[in-house]
């Protein structure tokens, strides 16, 4: 396989346009999935934080998709002849509330394309900006950090992202060990259902999520993989049951390991000093580092 960045780098610059009204189902059934019992959406209801996610789905004709349910490479994001894709992290900035029956247009632009050697061969960066603009103005800001790499060898498919010499995101300060004490606790049990739904909720064809036989057999891991979003939307969800009168102005997330359907998993935080800012981290069910995330919250007037 020959990687041809000055080829994948050509992709620099591209973009795409997508708008979306914020109807509230999606909402509704992400309450569920969190186990939130939350009243049902109207007009005035925020969007919360992590729900963009279920909104401006790319919807891939069934022919146009590849055989691990991802559509075919070489549309908007790069072809990196790179069988694995994963969610590396990101930096989101919350400029304006969303709120249920928006309607909202988001543009995407690639930002960069990097390659970088890992310990299981080599892996491709690529930065997705985005910026979602409401009835009021532009209302989030996201940069969105994805990786590709190669299928490990057998006995390393949970190889961490941090073993594979990832790099910080430029704009994120490297991520600190975890507080041995956390003040905020909960444990997640993550099961096939589960992340189906979430599979559902965001139209992901992705067959480690849903598709044990395929996650394990063809693709190495050890069990249904849990998603990266999900997993922030969990870190962001417990700032919101532990500070729900707070609203975040800023959220960066950065992946460390994978997380699996085989056990149960905990997210974890403290507030920050002076209550303007909280850490927050998933814990693997061997105790490692899945993923970390720094939050602000906006300053009330």
């Avoid at 990196?80 to 029956?101: K, T």
């Avoid at 930065?127 to 006995?155: F, Q």
């Avoid at 010499?165 to 997640?188: G, N, S």
Wanted: aromatic share 8%.
């Amino acid at each position: 396989m020959t990687l041809d960045l000055a080829h994948l780098r050509t992709w620099i610059g591209r973009h795409e346009t997508i708008s979306d009204i914020v109807a509230p189902w999606p909402i509704v059934a992400l309450a569920a999935l969190l186990d939130r019992d939350d009243p049902f959406p109207t007009h005035d209801t925020l969007l919360p934080p992590g729900g963009h996610w279920l909104y401006f789905r790319p919807a891939a004709r069934q022919s146009d998709l590849g055989s691990d349910g991802h559509p075919r490479r070489g549309g908007f994001l790069p072809p990196v002849p790179l069988p694995r894709r994963m969610w590396a992290g990101g930096r989101i900035e919350f400029l304006r509330p969303i709120r249920i029956g928006d309607t909202v247009t988001r543009v995407s632009r690639i930002a960069d394309v990097a390659l970088k050697e890992g310990h299981a061969g080599p892996l491709v960066f690529v930065r997705v900006d985005h910026e979602i603009s409401g009835p009021e103005g532009p209302a989030l800001k996201e940069e969105h950090d994805i990786v590709y790499r190669e299928v490990p060898a057998p006995g390393v498919a949970g190889e961490s992202l941090r073993s594979l010499k990832m790099p910080p995101p430029a704009a994120t300060p490297a991520a600190a060990a975890a507080p041995e004490v956390a003040i905020w606790r909960r444990t997640v049990t993550p099961d096939p259902v589960m992340l189906f739904r979430y599979s559902a909720l965001t139209f992901n064809g992705h067959r480690i999520h849903y598709d044990q036989p395929y996650a394990t057999g063809v693709e190495g891991y050890p069990g249904l993989v849990v998603h990266g979003p999900l997993i922030a939307t969990l870190l962001m969800d417990l700032i919101r049951r532990e500070r729900p009168q707070a609203r975040l102005s800023r959220f960066a997330y950065r992946a460390v390991s994978p997380l699996f359907d085989t056990a149960p998993f905990t997210v974890e935080g403290i507030p920050g000093a002076g209550g303007r800012s909280a850490r927050v981290w998933a814990v693997t069910p061997a105790g490692a580092l899945a993923m970390t995330g720094d939050a602000t919250f906006a300053r009330e007037d």
